[in-house]
């Protein structure tokens, strides 16, 4: 069985930073993409964040969304079958609900679908950001 399980969301003012993770479970590494996404309370859409991927197993792909991009940084810990998102100088604009998914392209980073929720076959239950002014 395929679980996704996020952890490290919370409360944190402008400019401070928050680490994201999302541990996998019943994938093996090589075998698929993690993306990010969030939704803030009340809107019906998923806003990409941040992809992971690997074009053969070795080589890392890595994407962000221009609002994150500078300020976010996506990596991997095999090890713990983990990947994390490391959110710095975050904004008020960052509060949200952010979900990890899954899905068994690993490439997927490398096309512009990866921004598409429709594509992700697993999710996680999502964790809360709140960025305060």
């Known amino acids: 069985e395929v679980q996704l399980e996020e952890s490290g969301g919370g409360s944190v003012q402008a400019g401070g930073s928050l680490r994201l993770a999302c541990t996998v479970s019943?994938?093996?590494?090589?075998?698929?993409?993690i993306a990010w996404f969030r939704q803030v309370p009340g809107k019906e859409t998923r806003e990409a964040v941040s992809?992971?991927?690997?074009?053969?197993?070795?080589?890392?792909?890595?994407e962000y969304s221009d609002s994150v991009n500078g300020r976010f940084t996506i990596s991997n810990d095999d090890a713990q079958n983990t990947v994390t998102l490391r959110m710095n100088s975050l904004k008020p604009e960052d509060t949200a609900d952010y979900y990890c998914?899954?899905?068994?392209?690993?490439?997927?980073?490398?096309?512009?679908?990866?921004?598409?929720?429709?594509?992700?076959?697993?999710w996680g239950q999502g964790t809360q950001v709140t960025v305060s002014s």
């Open positions: 019943g994938f093996s590494r090589e075998d698929y993409a």
């Open positions: 998914a899954l899905v068994d392209i690993p490439a997927v980073c490398a096309d512009g679908y990866w921004t598409d929720t429709r594509n992700y076959d697993y």
């Open positions: 992809c992971l991927g690997s074009t053969d197993g070795n080589t890392y792909l890595t």
